[in-house]
């Protein structure tokens, strides 16, 4: 198997030799490149087209959300993994929501960011154990009268709703499909006002809940 290509994104150069360090010691991933900013995370993604990028939240100039936004937005094979200080109750459905595939604290980076790297590899997402409790939290905050139900979902808008809330994109999505880009925005779009979902949140909350998304935990 071809070594996975990584880009760190941290704003202190000591985190990112020690995050290098510990990758490139695995000798299955390679670190391609480094950056001190969301500018500069763009910027470089776009230049590399890494298969990770490892994402830091609080940075001078754009933030880590902002970043992995117009990440997501360039439409690359690349995933997200928002590697973080943060609490998950603070960042994590914004970072959902803005398309990260992963979430993970640093101060567990030591033991688990490897394995969070090989989970978004193989196409899976990474999120904290604790994440399908916090994410039903914030839907029972919220009225919904009624609960969608998966059975009202065909075949195919059944994939897209399972790859989209894992963090593909619709390019990657379809390549796996068979798909062109269109057509799986076409699912994509039938499935959400089917099931009467707006944000990646939503959708990641409903996946977590029918058995189409695991935690961390069921890696």
């Known amino acids: 198997m071809n070594s996975v290509r990584v880009l760190l994104i941290d704003d202190h150069t000591v985190v990112r030799a020690g995050l290098r360090a510990l990758l490139e ?4 991933i390679d670190v391609v490149g480094e950056a001190s900013s969301g500018e500069e995370a763009v910027a470089r993604t776009k230049q590399l087209q890494p ?3 490892i994402m830091d939240l609080a940075m001078p100039g754009m933030g880590g959300i902002r970043a992995t936004r117009q990440i997501t937005a360039l439409g690359l094979d690349t995933r997200v993994l928002i590697l973080t200080v943060h609490d998950e109750e603070e960042h994590l459905s914004e970072a959902l929501d803005a398309g ?4 993970l604290n640093k101060s567990v980076a030591d033991t688990d960011l490897v394995g969070a790297i090989e989970a978004l590899v193989r ?3 990474y999120l904290p154990g604790r994440a399908a409790t916090l994410l039903a939290r914030e839907k029972r905050s919220r009225d919904e009268p009624q609960e969608p139900a998966l059975s009202a979902l065909s075949a195919r808008e059944r994939t897209v709703i399972e790859l989209y809330a894992s963090g593909f994109t619709a390019r990657e ?5 068979f798909l062109s880009p269109k057509t ?3 699912y994509l779009a039938r499935a959400r006002r089917k099931l009467g979902l707006g944000s990646r949140t ?4 409903f996946a977590l809940k029918n058995g189409l998304l695991r935690s961390s935990e069921d890696e």
């Open 123 to 125: 196409g899976h997402s």
């Open 173 to 177: 999505m379809g390549k796996r499909m």
């Open 202 to 205: 939503e959708i990641v909350q």
């Open 51 to 53: 298969d990770i990028v």
């Open 100 to 103: 990260a595939a992963g979430y």
């Open 25 to 28: 010691s695995t000798e299955r």
């Open 184 to 186: 799986v925005e076409g």
